[in-house]
T-cell receptor, first 114, second 112 residues
Framework: KNQVEQSPQSLIILEGKNCTLQ??????????LRWYKQDTGRGPVSLTIMTFSENTKSNGRYTATLDADTKQSSLHITASQLSDSASYICVVTPGGGSNYKLTFGKGTLLTVNP | ETGVTQTPRHLVMGMTNKKSLKCEQH?????MYWYKQSAKKPLELMFV???????ENNSVPSRFSPECPNSSHLFLHLHTLQPEDSALYLC???????????FGPGTRLTVL
């Protein structure tokens, strides 16, 4: 069964600090992995997308890594800001004919305090 | 309006009511999706429409009835819902089924 597990479930950090969120998946075949940011009361917004051959990708203060061999990904947030407070969801797109059947993690709820 | 919009943003209904959720995408996409997001659970895919044809009905109870009159609009008709149906209902769209899905803000539904 395709699954995405995220850790930690929640995280509280102080403004300006760095943090790393983890994602493990069992989706096979694999097409790509996205990290989404979901603000409270809003829909998810894509931060990064990584395909099988990519190891690292950055989007501003967000850096995602992917190890396709161990089926692990991480999202590193540098110099956190109050606006980073949100749920971060790891989403895996399967390969093959059912590309739209995304597998979502439960998300990591990040709180950045002043 | 840009992106994907959803109305209403909040809805409270009794178990005997009939209501509809509306989604509109302004991105020129040809695929639209309904998802259910419950607390502490992953997003669950409910329905998929591609080129206005339903391509997925993910074992959703018949009390949820989707409608896609054109490529820009998607509705979710609700009737005789249960309290466990209370959740955030998200609409998304994409260009083709393989590309990034763009989400709307969701409708927060509460069934009393």
């Amino acid at each position: 069964k395709n699954q995405v597990e995220q850790s930690p479930q929640s995280l509280i950090i102080l403004e300006g600090k760095n943090c790393t969120l983890q994602c493990n998946y069992t989706v096979s075949p694999f097409s790509n992995l996205r990290w989404y940011k979901q603000d409270t009361g809003r829909g998810p917004v894509s931060l990064t997308i990584m395909t099988f051959s990519e190891n690292t990708k950055s989007n501003g203060r967000y850096t995602a890594t992917l190890d396709a061999d161990t089926k692990q990904s991480s999202l590193h947030i540098t110099a956190s800001q109050l606006s980073d407070s949100a749920s971060y969801i790891c989403v895996v797109t399967p390969g093959g004919g059912s590309n739209y059947k995304l597998t979502f993690g439960k998300g990591t709820l990040l709180t950045v305090n002043p | 309006e840009t992106g994907v919009t959803q109305t209403p943003r909040h809805l409270v209904m009794g178990m005997t009511n009939k209501k509809s959720l509306k989604c509109e995408q302004h991105l020129g996409h040809n695929a639209m999706y309904w998802y259910k997001q419950s607390a502490k659970k992953p997003l669950e895919l409910m329905f998929v429409y591609s080129l206005e044809e339903r391509v997925e009905n993910n074992s959703v109870p018949s009390r949820f009835s989707p409608e896609c009159p054109n490529s820009s609009h998607l509705f979710l008709h609700l009737h005789t819902l249960q309290p466990e149906d209370s959740a955030l209902y998200l609409c998304a769209s994409s260009q083709g089924q393989v590309n990034e899905q763009f989400f709307g803000p969701g409708t927060r539904l509460t069934v009393l």
